[in-house]
Protein backbone atom coordinates (compact mmCIF):
# COMPACT_ATOMS: atom_id res chain seq x y z
CA UNK A 1 0.00 0.00 0.00
CA UNK A 2 2.50 2.38 0.29
CA UNK A 3 3.88 2.64 -2.90
CA UNK A 4 0.52 3.57 -4.00
CA UNK A 5 0.84 6.58 -6.52
CA UNK A 6 -1.91 9.08 -6.81
CA UNK A 7 -1.22 11.99 -9.19
CA UNK A 8 -3.54 14.92 -8.36
CA UNK A 9 -4.53 17.12 -11.25
CA UNK A 10 -5.77 20.92 -11.26
CA UNK A 11 -6.88 22.14 -14.65
CA UNK A 12 -6.74 25.48 -13.89
CA UNK A 13 -7.65 28.83 -15.76
CA UNK A 14 -4.41 30.58 -16.85
CA UNK A 15 -2.58 32.65 -14.36
CA UNK A 16 -5.34 32.03 -11.61
CA UNK A 17 -2.61 32.19 -8.84
CA UNK A 18 -4.16 31.48 -6.15
CA UNK A 19 -3.58 27.80 -4.20
CA UNK A 20 -6.19 25.60 -4.06
CA UNK A 21 -7.47 24.49 -1.00
CA UNK A 22 -8.93 21.36 -1.94
CA UNK A 23 -5.68 19.70 -3.69
CA UNK A 24 -3.76 20.96 -0.70
CA UNK A 25 -6.11 19.60 2.08
CA UNK A 26 -6.43 15.91 0.16
CA UNK A 27 -2.61 16.03 -0.71
CA UNK A 28 -2.55 16.01 2.83
CA UNK A 29 -5.07 12.79 3.21
CA UNK A 30 -3.54 10.90 0.95
CA UNK A 31 -0.16 11.25 2.49
CA UNK A 32 -1.09 10.69 6.10
CA UNK A 33 -2.69 7.26 5.00
CA UNK A 34 1.47 6.77 3.74
CA UNK A 35 0.38 7.01 -0.14
CA UNK A 36 2.57 8.57 -2.54
CA UNK A 37 1.53 11.55 -3.90
CA UNK A 38 2.29 13.72 -7.15
CA UNK A 39 0.41 16.99 -8.69
CA UNK A 40 0.26 18.63 -12.32
CA UNK A 41 -1.23 22.16 -12.06
CA UNK A 42 -1.83 24.04 -15.44
CA UNK A 43 -1.24 27.29 -13.71
CA UNK A 44 1.42 28.84 -16.01
CA UNK A 45 0.55 27.39 -18.85
CA UNK A 46 -1.61 29.75 -21.79
CA UNK A 47 -4.60 27.82 -22.18
CA UNK A 48 -6.18 30.98 -23.37
CA UNK A 49 -5.90 34.19 -25.67
CA UNK A 50 -6.23 36.30 -22.22
CA UNK A 51 -5.94 35.94 -18.83
CA UNK A 52 -8.74 36.14 -16.03
CA UNK A 53 -6.67 38.97 -14.15
CA UNK A 54 -5.48 40.80 -18.02
CA UNK A 55 -9.14 41.14 -18.36
CA UNK A 56 -9.87 42.73 -14.59
CA UNK A 57 -7.17 45.34 -15.42
CA UNK A 58 -8.83 45.76 -18.23
CA UNK A 59 -12.15 46.66 -17.20
CA UNK A 60 -10.18 48.60 -13.92
CA UNK A 61 -11.45 45.76 -11.74
CA UNK A 62 -7.50 45.19 -10.38
CA UNK A 63 -4.72 47.32 -10.78
CA UNK A 64 -2.11 46.68 -12.93
CA UNK A 65 0.94 44.43 -11.26
CA UNK A 66 4.03 42.92 -12.95
CA UNK A 67 4.12 39.23 -11.98
CA UNK A 68 7.79 38.93 -13.77
CA UNK A 69 9.63 40.65 -11.05
CA UNK A 70 9.35 37.50 -9.35
CA UNK A 71 10.15 35.04 -12.10
CA UNK A 72 6.15 34.57 -12.61
CA UNK A 73 5.59 33.61 -16.13
CA UNK A 74 4.24 31.37 -18.62
CA UNK A 75 6.12 28.31 -19.21
CA UNK A 76 6.65 27.78 -23.22
CA UNK A 77 6.41 23.80 -23.37
CA UNK A 78 2.83 22.29 -24.53
CA UNK A 79 0.18 21.23 -21.70
CA UNK A 80 -0.63 18.37 -22.99
CA UNK A 81 2.91 16.64 -23.98
CA UNK A 82 3.75 17.94 -20.77
CA UNK A 83 0.68 16.12 -18.74
CA UNK A 84 1.65 12.80 -20.68
CA UNK A 85 4.71 13.45 -19.75
CA UNK A 86 4.30 13.41 -15.75
CA UNK A 87 2.17 10.73 -16.35
CA UNK A 88 4.52 8.11 -18.00
CA UNK A 89 7.47 9.25 -15.43
CA UNK A 90 5.30 9.20 -11.79
CA UNK A 91 3.88 6.16 -12.94
CA UNK A 92 0.58 6.58 -11.10
CA UNK A 93 -2.03 3.76 -9.70
CA UNK A 94 -4.77 6.69 -10.15
CA UNK A 95 -5.25 10.09 -11.16
CA UNK A 96 -7.57 12.28 -9.20
CA UNK A 97 -8.93 15.64 -11.14
CA UNK A 98 -10.66 18.08 -9.78
CA UNK A 99 -13.52 19.57 -12.17
CA UNK A 100 -15.25 23.33 -11.95
CA UNK A 101 -17.41 24.53 -14.52
CA UNK A 102 -14.77 26.88 -16.23
CA UNK A 103 -12.30 24.08 -16.58
CA UNK A 104 -14.31 21.40 -17.55
CA UNK A 105 -13.53 20.87 -21.09
CA UNK A 106 -9.38 21.46 -20.37
CA UNK A 107 -9.85 18.58 -17.87
CA UNK A 108 -11.49 16.21 -20.32
CA UNK A 109 -9.06 17.65 -23.27
CA UNK A 110 -6.11 16.51 -20.79
CA UNK A 111 -7.11 13.11 -19.81
CA UNK A 112 -8.03 12.29 -23.15
CA UNK A 113 -4.55 11.86 -24.31
CA UNK A 114 -3.80 9.32 -21.77
CA UNK A 115 -6.63 7.01 -23.50
CA UNK A 116 -3.93 3.92 -24.03
CA UNK A 117 -2.19 3.85 -20.71
CA UNK A 118 -5.30 2.06 -19.21
CA UNK A 119 -5.18 4.11 -15.71
CA UNK A 120 -8.02 4.72 -13.40
CA UNK A 121 -9.11 8.39 -13.36
CA UNK A 122 -11.61 9.49 -10.50
CA UNK A 123 -13.22 12.87 -11.07
CA UNK A 124 -13.83 15.34 -7.91
CA UNK A 125 -14.81 18.84 -7.69
CA UNK A 126 -17.95 21.23 -7.80
CA UNK A 127 -19.00 20.08 -11.09
CA UNK A 128 -18.81 16.94 -9.75
CA UNK A 129 -21.09 17.34 -7.02
CA UNK A 130 -23.71 19.70 -8.19
CA UNK A 131 -24.02 17.24 -12.10
CA UNK A 132 -22.50 14.05 -11.69
CA UNK A 133 -24.65 12.23 -14.76
CA UNK A 134 -22.50 14.96 -16.57
CA UNK A 135 -19.11 14.60 -15.64
CA UNK A 136 -19.26 10.66 -15.58
CA UNK A 137 -21.09 10.10 -18.74
CA UNK A 138 -17.34 11.22 -20.48
CA UNK A 139 -15.61 7.76 -21.39
CA UNK A 140 -12.53 9.65 -19.84
CA UNK A 141 -13.57 9.57 -16.11
CA UNK A 142 -13.95 5.99 -14.39
CA UNK A 143 -14.91 7.04 -10.59
CA UNK A 144 -16.10 10.17 -9.38
CA UNK A 145 -16.27 11.47 -6.05
CA UNK A 146 -19.54 12.60 -5.44
CA UNK A 147 -19.32 14.55 -1.98
CA UNK A 148 -15.92 15.67 -0.26
CA UNK A 149 -13.14 13.68 -0.61
CA UNK A 150 -10.63 13.78 2.38
CA UNK A 151 -11.95 10.61 4.00
CA UNK A 152 -13.17 8.87 0.71
CA UNK A 153 -10.33 9.40 -0.90
CA UNK A 154 -8.03 7.59 1.05
CA UNK A 155 -10.38 4.73 1.37
CA UNK A 156 -10.54 4.27 -2.27
CA UNK A 157 -7.14 4.17 -2.84
CA UNK A 158 -6.73 1.64 0.37
CA UNK A 159 -8.75 -0.90 -1.13
CA UNK A 160 -7.35 -0.19 -4.60
CA UNK A 161 -3.98 -0.86 -3.20
CA UNK A 162 -4.53 -4.27 -1.31
CA UNK A 163 -7.02 -5.68 -4.37
CA UNK A 164 -10.04 -5.46 -2.92
CA UNK A 165 -13.51 -4.55 -4.17
CA UNK A 166 -14.40 -0.57 -4.33
CA UNK A 167 -17.69 -0.67 -5.90
CA UNK A 168 -19.42 0.79 -2.22
CA UNK A 169 -17.40 3.54 -1.18
CA UNK A 170 -19.87 6.18 0.16
CA UNK A 171 -19.13 9.14 -1.40
CA UNK A 172 -17.87 7.10 -5.15
CA UNK A 173 -19.74 6.45 -7.80
CA UNK A 174 -17.98 3.64 -10.24
CA UNK A 175 -18.58 2.36 -14.02
CA UNK A 176 -19.27 -1.38 -14.44
CA UNK A 177 -19.46 -1.65 -18.11
CA UNK A 178 -23.14 -0.32 -18.66
CA UNK A 179 -23.93 0.57 -15.38
CA UNK A 180 -22.74 3.13 -12.88
CA UNK A 181 -22.83 1.90 -9.14
CA UNK A 182 -23.95 5.14 -7.83
CA UNK A 183 -23.52 4.73 -3.87
CA UNK A 184 -24.86 7.49 -0.96
CA UNK A 185 -22.95 10.48 0.40
CA UNK A 186 -21.55 9.92 4.16
CA UNK A 187 -21.58 12.11 7.18
CA UNK A 188 -19.65 15.48 6.28
CA UNK A 189 -16.23 15.70 7.74
CA UNK A 190 -14.96 17.45 10.54
CA UNK A 191 -13.23 20.09 9.56
CA UNK A 192 -11.44 20.48 13.49
CA UNK A 193 -10.15 17.13 12.52
CA UNK A 194 -8.83 17.08 9.42
CA UNK A 195 -4.60 17.71 8.27
CA UNK A 196 -3.26 21.00 7.88
CA UNK A 197 -3.21 22.05 3.84
CA UNK A 198 0.06 20.23 2.22
CA UNK A 199 1.82 23.28 0.48
CA UNK A 200 4.66 21.01 -0.28
CA UNK A 201 3.37 20.24 -3.99
CA UNK A 202 3.65 23.65 -5.58
CA UNK A 203 6.14 25.73 -7.14
CA UNK A 204 7.41 28.41 -5.12
CA UNK A 205 6.03 30.91 -7.85
CA UNK A 206 2.33 29.92 -6.71
CA UNK A 207 2.45 31.56 -3.76
CA UNK A 208 2.35 34.76 -5.27
CA UNK A 209 -1.10 36.95 -5.81
CA UNK A 210 -2.13 39.97 -6.77
CA UNK A 211 -3.77 42.98 -4.94
CA UNK A 212 -4.03 46.44 -4.91
CA UNK A 213 -1.92 46.57 -8.05
CA UNK A 214 1.16 44.60 -5.70
CA UNK A 215 2.13 41.56 -5.36
CA UNK A 216 1.72 39.19 -2.40
CA UNK A 217 2.92 36.08 -0.87
CA UNK A 218 0.04 34.11 0.25
CA UNK A 219 -1.82 31.01 1.60
CA UNK A 220 -5.31 30.37 1.85
CA UNK A 221 -6.57 29.49 5.54
CA UNK A 222 -9.79 27.74 6.23
CA UNK A 223 -11.77 28.95 8.76
CA UNK A 224 -14.94 27.76 7.79
CA UNK A 225 -16.42 25.87 4.57
CA UNK A 226 -19.80 26.84 2.75
CA UNK A 227 -21.56 29.56 2.57
CA UNK A 228 -24.81 30.53 4.97
CA UNK A 229 -26.03 33.37 2.37
CA UNK A 230 -28.36 32.56 -1.11
CA UNK A 231 -26.19 34.58 -3.85
CA UNK A 232 -27.43 33.33 -6.44
CA UNK A 233 -24.37 33.53 -8.93
CA UNK A 234 -22.70 31.24 -6.25
CA UNK A 235 -22.56 27.36 -6.20
CA UNK A 236 -22.42 27.64 -2.28
CA UNK A 237 -26.58 27.42 -1.48
CA UNK A 238 -27.04 24.23 -4.32
CA UNK A 239 -24.61 22.54 -2.27
CA UNK A 240 -25.83 23.60 1.32
CA UNK A 241 -29.38 22.10 0.15
CA UNK A 242 -28.08 18.95 -1.82
CA UNK A 243 -25.95 18.34 1.74
CA UNK A 244 -29.15 18.71 3.66
CA UNK A 245 -30.84 16.00 1.48
CA UNK A 246 -28.16 13.71 1.24
CA UNK A 247 -26.84 13.51 4.82
CA UNK A 248 -29.13 15.62 6.51
CA UNK A 249 -25.88 17.46 7.47
CA UNK A 250 -25.07 21.44 7.83
CA UNK A 251 -22.41 21.92 4.85
CA UNK A 252 -21.80 25.40 6.64
CA UNK A 253 -19.62 24.80 9.18
CA UNK A 254 -16.62 26.89 11.36
CA UNK A 255 -13.51 25.11 12.88
CA UNK A 256 -13.09 25.96 16.52
CA UNK A 257 -10.68 28.95 17.55
CA UNK A 258 -7.77 26.94 18.99
CA UNK A 259 -7.96 24.77 15.66
CA UNK A 260 -7.66 27.92 13.47
CA UNK A 261 -4.78 29.54 15.83
CA UNK A 262 -2.66 25.84 15.98
CA UNK A 263 -3.57 25.92 11.80
CA UNK A 264 -2.01 29.72 11.47
CA UNK A 265 0.78 28.84 13.67
CA UNK A 266 1.36 25.77 11.63
Avoid at 118 to 138: D, H, Y
Avoid at 180 to 209: A, C, G, T, W
Avoid at 220 to 244: N, Q, V
Amino acid sequence: MQNFRVLLVYPNMQMVNLLPSNISILSACLKKSGYIVDLFDTTFYKTEKVSVDDKRVEYLQLRPFDYSRFGIRYKESDVFEDFVRKVETFRPDLIAITIVEDTFDLAINLLKRLSCLNIPVIAGGVQSILAPEMVISNEEIDILCYGEGEEALPELCGRMASGKPYDHIKNIWVKRGDRIIKNPMRSLVNLNEIPYNDFSLFEEVRFFRPMQGKIFRMIPIEIDRGCPYHCTFCAAPSLRELYKIETSGTYHRLKTIPRVIEELTH
